[in-house]
């Protein structure tokens, strides 16, 4: 009831649905979501995943007629949050977020939690939890540092300002801008083109990228290499190889993810 799923040759399309609240991030969708999600990291066929909204919104918050009459017991007993929204973090498969409008402090955070953004002219960003008396609670006071510096993301946690899409592409959350009439134009082209490649170095390529916050440099670097040599041993990399020093494109074959790594 408060997504759209659909799958488009090896691409997953997940958009939000909740047009009359903006996309405002509820429990439901929260829990639609996560199965969506589920659904595509089982299904093989699938190799890239977008996560989009409307064009006057992508998501412009958490639901707070929903969170408002909640208390602090409410919350801590069942966990709130934590089990819906760390399911985007966890998926192995390379996830785009295509932001058109409002992506302002849930759906902030999970623009924060993908892996390229695309964002169109008219996106707006913003962690505007201050100003309602509360705070971040999916990650924002801590992804946003990482992504912008210490000294940007405080700037927009303390002060729930906004920030446009100029000002997100240069703090570095925000990948590309396209004009706002082609941005899911542009976003198939980008998922297409990434649905395309190896989906075992794919996962391994992201799965080396996202934990190296976790890890030192040496342990990073140790990490990254075990996984190069495993590249090694590919059909996929003896095809891509092959491709190249004859000169033509590569057919490859795994879109499938690791399922022990």
């Not at 996560?51 to 801590?76: C, H, I, R």
């Not at 960003?125 to 801590?142: L, N």
């Not at 703090?171 to 075992?200: F, M, N, Q, W, Y």
């Not at 190069?228 to 891509?240: I, N, V």
Request: contains cysteine; aromatic residues 4%.
């Amino acid at each position: 009831e408060n997504i759209l799923v659909k799958q488009k040759d090896n691409v997953g399309l997940i958009t939000f649905n909740r047009p009359k609240a903006l996309n405002a991030l509820c429990e439901a969708l929260m829990i639609e979501l996560t199965s969506a999600l589920d659904d595509y990291e089982a299904n093989e066929q699938i190799g890239c995943i977008v996560l989009t909204g409307s064009e006057n919104a992508f998501a412009a918050g958490a639901d707070v007629k929903e969170m408002q009459p909640k208390s602090f017991m409410d919350v801590y007993k069942r966990n709130f949050i934590t089990e819906g929204w760390e399911r985007l973090v966890k998926c192995r498969k390379p996830v785009i977020a295509a932001v058109s409008g409002y992506a302002l402090g849930g759906g902030c955070e999970l623009v924060e939690m993908c892996d390229i953004v695309l964002a169109a002219e008219n996106a707006v960003f913003g962690h505007p939890e201050i100003r309602v008396g509360t705070m971040p609670g999916a990650g924002g006071t801590q992804r946003l540092p990482r992504l912008l510096g210490m000294a940007k993301a405080l700037d927009l946690l303390l002060t729930g300002r906004r920030m446009d899409v100029r000002e997100a592409e240069r703090s570095g959350l925000v990948s590309r801008v396209v004009p706002t009439d082609l941005l899911l134009e542009e976003g198939r082209k980008l998922v297409a083109d990434i649905a395309s490649l190896p989906g075992e170095v794919l996962t391994l390529i992201k799965h080396n990228a996202r934990s190296s916050a976790n890890l030192t440099l040496n342990e990073g670097l140790r990490k990254e290499r075990d996984a190069f040599h495993y590249t090694l041993s590919l059909p996929d990399r003896e095809e891509g190889m092959r491709a190249f020093l004859e000169k033509r494109p590569p057919r490859f074959n795994s879109l499938s993810i690791l399922k022990d790594r």
